[in-house]
């Protein structure tokens, strides 16, 4: 084996052997180090200055900083120019869309949301809560354009869209902290005094009992949304469904046409998650 190949696989190139299989397989050091930088910021569920992700990964800041440069010519991390802070670059993103298209509950939203679009005339999101907030991951257009700029990767806000406030009330209390701390810059409170929380809560509860949330021209004006969630048979909410359009133009009543199908999309969703595990089941027996 010549020199070159030697330091590419062995372990004068820092590369560590694994074992797999039986057999003993070669790595390259430096990309497991790598990894352990994109872990660090997967972990941290939210942007990280380069002296917090050193520490997070446990290397040196000068050493984290070659690392940073190579993984965003590569488009896994970026840096915004403003905070100077690491996230991920659109490369990860692009990766974790993949992910998420291979899920049960997205690949069960996908055709049925695209149906509900056209059967309605307004355009569909599939959400999902991210680290910042509920994500769109899917949207789908119908009717006419809206002068708003949602696409897929757009953040909601939590109390401001009737996203958030169903991600709220069905989401577990430390997952919506944590995504709340990222929106309001460190603080988990979700209101910031007594009365506020205890009508936010009230709010939640509404939410929970009528199984959707409406908004009307909030937070953009002209624009109204109706959000209910998918839940899975332990009632875990897997996904988000919004649909969003012109305000006068979009009946927002919970007990309207365009809440009932939405209700039902989610339910007939939520119904194939469920029968999921026991088709496998019957299949394998």
Not at 166 to 185: E, I, K
Not at 209 to 223: F, K, N, Q, W
């Amino acid at each position: 084996m010549s020199k070159t190949a030697k330091s590419a696989t062995g372990k004068g190139a820092g590369g560590r052997e694994t074992a797999e299989g039986g057999k003993t397989q070669r790595g390259i050091q430096s990309v497991e180090v790598g990894g352990r930088v994109l872990l660090a910021l997967a972990q941290a569920r939210a942007p990280l200055a380069l002296s917090d992700l050193a520490t997070a990964a446990q290397i040196a800041p000068g050493q984290a900083h070659a690392y940073l440069v190579s993984l965003s010519r590569l488009g896994l991390i970026k840096r915004d120019e403003l905070t100077g802070r690491y996230e991920p670059g659109p490369l990860s993103l692009r990766l974790g869309l993949l992910h998420l298209e291979n899920q049960p509950a997205f690949r069960a939203a996908v055709p049925r949301v695209a149906a509900l679009a056209e059967a309605i005339g307004f355009s569909v999101a599939i959400c999902i809560a991210g680290a910042q907030g509920p994500t769109i991951v899917r949207y789908e257009h119908a009717g006419f354009p809206l002068h708003v700029n949602l696409h897929v990767g757009t953040v909601m806000s939590l109390p401001g869209t009737s996203t958030g406030r169903v991600c709220c009330a069905f989401l577990p209390r430390d997952v919506v902290d944590g995504m709340w701390a990222n929106q309001s810059g460190g603080s988990s409170r979700v209101m910031t005094a007594p009365e506020a929380s205890a009508e936010f809560d009230a709010t939640l509860d509404a939410i929970r009992a009528r199984g959707l949330e409406c908004s009307v021209d909030v937070p953009s004006p002209g624009i109204s949304s109706l959000c209910a969630p998918v839940l899975d048979s332990d009632g875990r909410l897997t996904l988000a469904l919004t649909v969003i359009g012109s305000t006068g133009a979009i009946d927002v009543a919970v007990d309207g046409s365009i809440a009932r199908a939405l209700l039902a999309t989610a339910h007939d969703i939520g119904a194939e998650l469920a029968a999921a595990p026991s088709l496998l089941a019957s299949t394998a027996s």
